[in-house]
């Protein structure tokens, strides 16, 4: 029976066993998931709060601005997870048309520096460290590519026939 067609009940007996019964098992179902977002959810909670408390030290970028630009950019990766290419343009669309309403474009709209080839814009320490990368890769390609080429395998014995191989009993079919 469908809930709605369900008749309340009238007897008071069966009305409060029917209260404490359900009071009961949803006491219960609060009680495990109260276990369950402790040791399985709260941990993960933690280490999303931990990773951008590093986030805010590593880059000294205000608590409020990092949260606010990840949710742009957490919606704009939705969007790039959309298999409709129609659906997955408007919602892009959609982020385009509110930052030029904010402030005409001109300051907000990143999304269009971050689908665009070009660098990003990164902060004097980031680029120096990032460059000094690049510069070790480069060093390490020349240096294999001037190292010697490595010496050629060894030659192969000339296999012996494979009517020598049957009479020794190598061979067996």
């Given at each position: 029976m469908a809930d709605q067609e369900r008749e309340p009940l009238t007897n008071i007996g069966a009305l409060n066993d029917a209260i404490v019964n359900a009071f009961r098992e949803v006491r219960t179902l609060d009680l495990d998931i109260a276990e369950m977002t402790e040791t399985h959810i709260k941990p993960l909670k933690d280490q999303r709060v931990k990773l951008m408390r590093e986030l805010k030290a590593d880059t000294t970028i205000e608590q409020a601005d990092v949260t606010l630009f990840y949710r742009i950019w957490s919606r704009q990766e939705d969007a790039r997870n959309i298999l409709e290419e129609e659906d997955r343009d408007r919602v892009l669309d959609n982020l385009r048309t509110l930052f030029v309403a904010l402030n005409s474009g001109a300051m907000l709209d990143?999304?269009?520096?971050?689908?665009?080839?070009?660098?990003?814009?990164?902060?004097?320490?980031?680029q120096e460290a990032d460059e000094r990368r690049e510069a070790v890769a480069e060093e390490e390609a020349e240096e294999e590519a001037a190292a010697p080429p490595p010496p050629p395998p060894p030659a192969h014995k000339p296999a012996k026939p494979m009517a020598a191989q049957v009479k020794r009993g190598v061979a067996s079919r």
């Open positions: 990143f999304i269009d520096v971050l689908e665009a080839t070009g660098p990003l814009h990164r902060p004097a320490h980031i």
